[in-house]
């Protein structure tokens, strides 16, 4: 039997560069990206590239019996239940997801490194608390406290997103906390401590860099599970308030004419659908890439 | 292993107290007045305030909590403001339906991950090993309501061959199972599927081809057994998440579930209730991560506990 010498695997970071390859390389990633450019630029541009107004109430919006339109050469994707365009709502409807996904994730990040952080750097008793805390936060029945507190409080876009990150930030801390305590045992480190180099210091110069593709990928899953999260909740009536426009929102709105208006369901549910995939094909790409331990082969 | 399964449900009970103290305390403090919602809106302020003492409400909030405490030990969960009815007797009738609505949901993540990321990890970078990881994908990034809400429009309304929602015979549970089945089976068939990667290659299924065994019985046999050993620990903590509840899908498809008694419960601010839910939800949490915890060692003889 041959046996062969191997350095021992090195969790290194790949090169931004090997990334970028590695990310082209991937049709699903760059199907991703192409869907995750769509959904921003349609947040960032709403005014100019939406057919109408998202708040107007189109007279011949509805038929004469009163029920939303299908789509058709001037209503696109069809009206909603109070004739207004449903293309337009969905393009306006990406700026709720997106800016919600993107607020309660920075918070649930920022949260879950400062903690994860603390208690992989300093051990002991604080690493203690940590743990137990975490513990019983993945205990709460997440979507029950998030629907109580948003039920409770009358929600807003920011109450929804810092609901949210309230329940996501655990799952950060707890992998920032693991990657901490290993990388806080390597010799640059010890060094740093040995030299003298201030706490802080050693967090934000030595510490933070190695942190930053774990943030990356999980910033960048983290998005679909907000969008999911926040759709959710609008489509439990309990996420931003109409009339500004959600996809989960307008779900919810349409729920019982369904059966007659299939299409105010399909539209809304393929956005949620094509944002949180695009958001998923691409974090999970970032992580092959960017750490090939973890690699899913 | 004893020591450490005594250890672990000390901690349980660690955590399940500091979930009832957070939740006592956010909801008690949040701007919702249970004595004014009970006595309605036209009452009197005499009417609001003899409600409140009676309830206990103008204690202060430790005391409170200590009573809560007090009762919950001995199994009593309080009376529903709304409904006048114990909380233990709203709380059995829905847990039944919830534990249904949990077998089925899991049953089908098993029934859809397991021969799903097997075949992806046989079939490695073929073209149906591609196709069934973005097919995993789609399953855990579509929405439950979206699904659910289809499922029904075409199983049920336009093919009828399901209730269209509601509960009672096994016709009833399928469809809302599959809805919650969906997104966990995508995961499963990932981890599966990496996992049966990890075992393929190892030693002993190299010796168990060698000595002549055949493939069938290499893979169901030997591999298997150990590339389940993830999807174990995920299957102990499902338990646990939908015995918590599942809002989103007992709402679509009324299914008379604790996820959905939370619901009601929580438009209402019937805060008995509210906590009641949350208490059982996180007891469930908790053993599920217990049983998954424990479960390991019994199915892989490499882990031991101290």
Same mark, same amino acid.
Request: charged share 15%; proline share 6%.
């Given at each position: 039997?041959?046996?062969?010498?191997?350095?021992?695997?090195?969790?290194?970071?790949?090169?931004?560069?090997?990334?970028?390859?590695?990310?082209?390389?991937?049709?699903?990633?760059?199907?991703?990206?192409?869907?995750?450019?769509?959904?921003?630029?349609?947040?960032?541009?709403?005014?100019?590239?939406?057919?109408?107004?998202?708040?107007?109430?189109?007279?011949?919006?509805?038929?004469?019996?009163?029920?939303?339109?299908?789509?058709?050469?001037?209503?696109?994707?069809?009206?909603?239940?109070?004739?207004?365009?449903?293309?337009?709502?969905?393009?306006?409807?990406?700026?709720?997801?997106?800016?919600?996904?993107?607020?309660?994730?920075?918070?649930?990040?920022?949260?879950?490194?400062?903690?994860?952080?603390?208690?992989?750097?300093?051990?002991?008793?604080?690493?203690?608390?940590?743990?137990?805390?975490?513990?019983?936060?993945?205990?709460?029945?997440?979507?029950?406290?998030?629907?109580?507190?948003?039920?409770?409080?009358?929600?807003?876009?920011?109450?929804?997103?810092?609901?949210?990150?309230?329940?996501?930030?655990?799952?950060?801390?707890?992998?920032?906390?693991?990657?901490?305590?290993?990388?806080?045992?390597?010799?640059?480190?010890?060094?740093?401590?040995?030299?003298?180099?201030?706490?802080?210091?050693?967090?934000?110069?030595?510490?933070?860099?190695?942190?930053?593709?774990?943030?990356?990928?999980?910033?960048?899953?983290?998005?679909?599970?907000?969008?999911?999260?926040?759709?959710?909740?609008?489509?439990?009536?309990?996420?931003?308030?109409?009339?500004?426009?959600?996809?989960?929102?307008?779900?919810?709105?349409?729920?019982?004419?369904?059966?007659?208006?299939?299409?105010?369901?399909?539209?809304?549910?393929?956005?949620?659908?094509?944002?949180?995939?695009?958001?998923?094909?691409?974090?999970?790409?970032?992580?092959?890439?960017?750490?090939?331990?973890?690699?899913?082969? | 292993?004893?020591?450490?399964?005594?250890?672990?449900?000390?901690?349980?009970?660690?955590?399940?107290?500091?979930?009832?103290?957070?939740?006592?305390?956010?909801?008690?403090?949040?701007?919702?007045?249970?004595?004014?919602?009970?006595?309605?809106?036209?009452?009197?302020?005499?009417?609001?305030?003899?409600?409140?003492?009676?309830?206990?409400?103008?204690?202060?909030?430790?005391?409170?909590?200590?009573?809560?405490?007090?009762?919950?030990?001995?199994?009593?969960?309080?009376?529903?403001?709304?409904?006048?009815?114990?909380?233990?007797?709203?709380?059995?009738?829905?847990?039944?339906?919830?534990?249904?609505?949990?077998?089925?949901?899991?049953?089908?993540?098993?029934?859809?991950?397991?021969?799903?990321?097997?075949?992806?990890?046989?079939?490695?970078?073929?073209?149906?090993?591609?196709?069934?990881?973005?097919?995993?994908?789609?399953?855990?990034?579509?929405?439950?309501?979206?699904?659910?809400?289809?499922?029904?429009?075409?199983?049920?309304?336009?093919?009828?061959?399901?209730?269209?929602?509601?509960?009672?015979?096994?016709?009833?549970?399928?469809?809302?199972?599959?809805?919650?089945?969906?997104?966990?089976?995508?995961?499963?068939?990932?981890?599966?599927?990496?996992?049966?990667?990890?075992?393929?290659?190892?030693?002993?299924?190299?010796?168990?081809?060698?000595?002549?065994?055949?493939?069938?019985?290499?893979?169901?046999?030997?591999?298997?057994?150990?590339?389940? &050993?993830?999807?174990?620990?995920?299957?102990?903590? *499902? /338990?646990?998440?939908? +015995? !918590?509840? =599942? @809002? %989103?899908?007992?709402?679509?498809?009324?299914?008379?579930?604790?996820?959905? &008694?939370?619901?009601?419960?929580?438009?209402?601010? *019937? /805060?008995?209730?509210? +906590? !009641?839910? =949350? @208490? %059982?939800?996180?007891?469930?949490?908790?053993?599920?991560?217990?049983?998954?915890?424990?479960?390991?060692?019994?199915?892989?003889?490499? /882990?031991?506990?101290?």
């Amino acid at each position: 039997m041959i046996v062969t010498a191997t350095a021992p695997a090195r969790r290194r970071a790949s090169s931004p560069a090997t990334v970028w390859d590695r990310v082209k390389r991937t049709r699903a990633a760059v199907f991703g990206l192409v869907v995750v450019a769509a959904v921003i630029g349609g947040a960032l541009l709403a005014p100019w590239i939406a057919p109408y107004d998202p708040a107007r109430q189109f007279t011949d919006g509805l038929s004469p019996e009163g029920r939303p339109l299908p789509p058709s050469g001037r209503f696109w994707l069809g009206t909603d239940l109070l004739g207004r365009d449903l293309l337009t709502r969905l393009i306006y409807g990406a700026r709720v997801s997106l800016l919600i996904g993107v607020l309660a994730n920075a918070a649930a990040l920022t949260i879950g490194t400062l903690f994860g952080a603390a208690a992989g750097y300093f051990r002991g008793w604080v690493s203690t608390v940590f743990m137990r805390l975490t513990d019983m936060m993945m205990a709460f029945p997440a979507l029950i406290l998030a629907i109580a507190l948003a039920a409770i409080l009358r929600p807003s876009l920011w109450i929804v997103a810092m609901v949210i990150a309230m329940v996501n930030w655990v799952w950060i801390a707890r992998i920032i906390y693991s990657q901490v305590l290993s990388t806080s045992q390597r010799e640059f480190i010890e060094a740093a401590r040995a030299l003298g180099v201030p706490t802080w210091r050693i967090f934000w110069k030595h510490l933070f860099p190695h942190l930053l593709p774990i943030l990356l990928v999980w910033g960048t899953l983290g998005v679909s599970t907000t969008v999911m999260f926040e759709a959710s909740l609008s489509f439990l009536g309990v996420g931003v308030r109409p009339p500004t426009p959600s996809w989960g929102g307008t779900i919810n709105e349409s729920q019982s004419y369904f059966l007659e208006a299939p299409w105010l369901v399909a539209f809304p549910g393929a956005a949620i659908l094509l944002t949180s995939l695009a958001f998923n094909l691409v974090g999970d790409t970032l992580r092959d890439a960017i750490d090939p331990q973890l690699r899913s082969r | 292993m004893g020591v450490y399964a005594i250890r672990r449900l000390a901690q349980s009970v660690v955590i399940l107290l500091g979930v009832t103290v957070i939740t006592f305390a956010l909801l008690y403090a949040l701007p919702a007045d249970p004595a004014r919602m009970i006595a309605g809106r036209s009452a009197t302020a005499d009417t609001v305030a003899r409600i409140r003492s009676e309830l206990g409400l103008d204690q202060p909030l430790p005391v409170q909590y200590a009573r809560y405490l007090a009762r919950l030990v001995r199994g009593n969960l309080g009376r529903s403001y709304a409904q006048k009815i114990e909380v233990t007797d709203l709380l059995r009738s829905r847990l039944a339906a919830t534990f249904w609505l949990m077998l089925g949901g899991i049953a089908f993540e098993l029934l859809i991950g397991l021969p799903v990321g097997m075949l992806a990890a046989l079939r490695r970078r073929s073209a149906m090993d591609q196709s069934v990881m973005v097919g995993a994908f789609l399953g855990v990034s579509a929405p439950q309501f979206v699904v659910g809400l289809f499922l029904l429009y075409w199983l049920a309304y336009r093919w009828g061959l399901f209730p269209l929602g509601g509960y009672g015979s096994p016709a009833h549970l399928i469809l809302p199972a599959f809805a919650l089945g969906i997104a966990g089976g995508g995961w499963y068939a990932r981890v599966m599927r990496s996992a049966m990667l990890d075992v393929i290659h190892q030693d002993y299924v190299r010796t168990a081809r060698a000595k002549g065994l055949g493939e069938t019985r290499v893979i169901l046999k030997h591999a298997m057994r150990n590339a389940l &050993l993830p999807v174990v620990s995920m299957v102990g903590l *499902d /338990i646990g998440t939908f +015995m !918590g509840g =599942v @809002v %989103v899908v007992e709402s679509v498809f009324s299914w008379p579930g604790i996820g959905q &008694l939370a619901w009601q419960a929580i438009q209402i601010v *019937d /805060i008995p209730v509210i +906590m !009641g839910v =949350v @208490v %059982v939800s996180a007891l469930a949490i908790t053993t599920g991560n217990l049983l998954a915890d424990l479960a390991y060692p019994l199915l892989d003889p490499k /882990i031991r506990y101290g």
